[in-house]
């Protein structure tokens, strides 16, 4: 049996949901998802901070941080998975730590007056 879906209080924010889509959709277009490297634990991980100046907690990357080293070195998801993982060649160059700090010169900016 699945476990129960956990709800965590993470914040309030003055920032809208519009500037939150103009600010992080610069680093996440479309066709740019990749399972193990730029997935929804990353966006989560660069909204939290963008909204909150919170980071997620490492435990929910663990997994698919080990997954993708293993990848990387030895092809071991794509085995596992027979093919149904391929790495999107268009997540190449994402990272979230860069992002990250992309996303603090914008927060820092006078022009978006965030901080």
């Known amino acids: 049996m699945a476990d129960k879906p956990q709800v965590l209080y993470m914040g309030l924010t003055r920032i809208s949901g519009e500037d939150l889509k ?16 730029k997935n929804c634990n990353s966006f989560t991980d660069c909204a939290l901070f963008f909204l909150l100046d919170s980071r997620l907690d490492p435990g929910y990357r663990g997994l698919e941080q080990l997954g993708h080293m293993a990848d990387r070195q030895a092809g071991i998801v794509q085995a596992i998975t027979e093919g149904g ?31």
């Open 22 to 37: 103009e600010q992080l959709g610069r680093f996440f277009k479309r066709g740019t998802y990749d399972l193990l490297r």
């Open 85 to 115: 993982y391929r790495p999107n060649p268009n997540a190449d160059k994402f990272s979230v730590e860069f992002t990250i700090s992309e996303i603090d010169k914008i927060k820092s900016s006078s022009a978006f007056g965030l901080r």
